[in-house]
């Protein structure tokens, strides 16, 4: 009979190398956009030094960034920043005063 082993990594978040959920997707653009930005320039005719050292330049700084990003925010940072850049602040009321102290009348109904 065959014996099947259980996946116990059900309902657990992505996680490669260390980084979690959505640094992954950062990470791998990030490499993908320098990946066409060095493409395109060395296909413009520039010089490939200069393509070399813009590749690994963008590339390690890429590399470094959503590092620091997932250790300082951890695994659902991102998102908690950008809900809190959604909620106001204060909430304004440009109303005047009196109109809330006026007693609410009824219509009647004909």
């Known amino acids: 009979m065959t014996t099947y082993s259980i996946n116990k990594g059900i309902g657990r978040t992505v996680e490669f190398r260390g980084l979690k959920a959505q640094y992954l997707f950062i990470f791998a653009g990030g490499l993908l ?12 005719g520039t010089s490939s030094y200069i393509c070399l050292i813009l590749g690994l330049g963008g590339a390690s700084l890429i590399v470094w960034q959503t590092f620091s990003l997932n250790r300082k925010y951890g695994e659902h940072g991102l998102m908690k920043i950008a809900a809190k850049k959604k909620h106001p602040r204060y909430i304004i009321c440009r109303k005047p005063v009196r109109r809330f102290l006026r007693s609410i009348t009824k219509s009647r109904a004909v």
Do not use: E, Q
Request: charged share 0%; no cysteine.
């Open 33 to 44: 956009g320098t990946l066409i930005l060095v493409m395109i320039l060395y296909m413009a």
